[in-house]
């Protein structure tokens, strides 16, 4: 890999778009990196992930404006439906991706961040859709996700005017959870994902599934996926001792990492 670094911390594992030359700006190579690092993500060993950019300027600059530049239309369209299958598999990753947004995080950097589960950045983070100004659309998912975040007005406001917002609009706004120093966010995300991997494994990724497989249906599909969701965890090793350990009121058991138990 030339581009991404894979880290394993414990249960938690640390993705890193390393491309600071070119502000880890997405090119082919990097989308291909980043596919492979999900893909050989050992999950058995891994229960949550954070995604960050190397440097301290910049998460992602957006997708690779000099490779862009001479695409064709039927490339222009493969260019973005590569994106989308990679963001895509971030996604519906089976475990949550925490993205520690540590800079510039413009057009398909906002993009791929809109694709983790939760989005935490640094004071110094800035969000836009820059794509009208360059004569695109925002073509990795941005104009589908960012209006379902945000909602639609000000979704549209954003990829409309193409103006980048600070990290304590992109807070107002409900685009991040959470804004640190930028010495604090990668400790801070790695805390939230190793407080994620303590909990029962098949559980959180049940509700990953639950969450995002009922926002694309209506609520009368949307509890019955719920249920069979809920119905999936019983039986399990992680169920019964979770319970167990609150029945018999042992505090100091209760606290231990519940073992993971493979479907
Ligand atoms: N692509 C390629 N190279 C980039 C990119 C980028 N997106 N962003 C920065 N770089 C490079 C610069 O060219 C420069 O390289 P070099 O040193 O070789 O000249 C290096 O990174 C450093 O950049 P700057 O000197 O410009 O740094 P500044 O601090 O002056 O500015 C900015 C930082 C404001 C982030 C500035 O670099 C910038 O505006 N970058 C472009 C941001 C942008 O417009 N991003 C959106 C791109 S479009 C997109 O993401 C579409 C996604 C959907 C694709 C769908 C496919 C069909």
């Known amino acids: ?38 893909d050989s993500v050992d999950l058995e060993a891994t229960r949550a992930i954070v995604l960050t950019g190397a440097g301290e300027k910049s998460f992602v600059a957006g997708a690779d404006i000099g490779e862009m530049s001479t695409l064709t239309k039927a490339e222009g369209e493969a260019f973005g439906k590569k994106g989308n299958d990679v963001f895509r598999k971030i996604e519906t990753f089976p475990i949550p991706v925490i993205a520690a947004i540590n800079g510039f995080a413009l057009g398909g950097g906002c993009e791929i961040a809109m694709s983790c589960d939760i989005r935490i950045c640094s004071d110094n983070a800035v969000f836009g859709q820059p794509e009208v100004g360059l004569g695109i659309t925002p073509g990795f998912g941005g104009t589908q996700r960012l209006a379902r975040l945000v909602g639609a007005g000000m979704a549209k406001q954003m990829i409309y005017t193409a103006r980048n917002i600070k990290s304590d609009e992109a807070l107002r706004i409900g685009l991040v959870n959470a804004v640190y120093t930028q010495e604090e966010l990668l400790p801070a995300a790695k805390k939230m994902a190793a407080g994620i991997a303590a909990n029962a494994p098949i559980a959180v990724r049940n509700c990953k599934k639950a969450i995002n497989d009922g926002l694309q249906v209506d609520m009368d599909k949307a509890i019955v996926i719920e249920e069979k969701l809920f119905g999936d965890c019983f039986e399990t090793e992680d169920q019964k001792a979770g319970m167990g350990n609150f029945l018999e009121k042992d505090k100091e058991k209760k606290l231990k990492v519940v073992p993971f138990q493979n479907k």
Request: hydrophobic residues 45%.
């Open 1 to 38: 890999m030339e581009f991404i670094t894979y880290e394993q911390d414990g249960f938690v594992g640390v993705v890193t778009i390393n491309r600071p030359q070119a502000l880890n700006a997405l090119n082919s190579q990097v989308l291909e990196e980043l596919e492979a690092t999900f």
